[in-house]
């Protein structure tokens, strides 16, 4: 049974820093690119950066460039996302995901499996 558990989030001042984790079961973790996803209030969900499956290649949405680093650590089989500089628009529920690949993809739909996501609330 495919698993992915988010951890880390809480409510944090703006520009403060949280690092999410994400612990995958169930799944050759080497095989899948990994990607984070937030859901803020009245938006549709959007990718905020993605890892490709050795690590070697990450990708960013604009908002989060220079702020947010995700990583990966095989022997962990666990993500992270390093969040500096935090703003309030930061605000959501983030969610990882996994997908059979090589890169990661921007786009939701093209993942295999989903944590159930952890709350992130920056206030000001």
């Known amino acids: 049974q495919v698993q992915l558990v988010e951890s880390g989030g809480g409510l944090v001042q703006a520009g403060g820093s949280l690092r999410l984790s994400c612990r995958a079961s169930?799944?050759?973790?080497?095989?899948?690119?990994m990607g984070w996803f937030r859901q803020s209030p009245g938006k549709e969900r959007e990718f905020v950066a993605g890892?490709?499956?050795?690590?070697?290649?990450?990708n960013y949405a604009d908002s989060v460039k220079g702020r947010f680093t995700i990583s990966r650590d095989s022997a962990k089989r666990s993500v992270y996302l390093e969040m500096n500089s935090l703003k309030r628009e930061d605000t959501g529920v983030y969610f990882c995901?996994?997908?059979?690949?090589?890169?990661?993809?921007?786009?939701?739909?093209?993942?295999?499996?989903w944590g159930r996501g952890t709350q992130v609330t920056v206030s000001s």
């Open positions: 995901a996994a997908k059979v690949a090589v890169l990661a993809p921007i786009r939701g739909n093209e993942y295999d499996y």
């Open positions: 169930g799944v050759t973790f080497s095989s899948y690119a």
């Open positions: 890892v490709s499956r050795r690590g070697s290649n990450t």
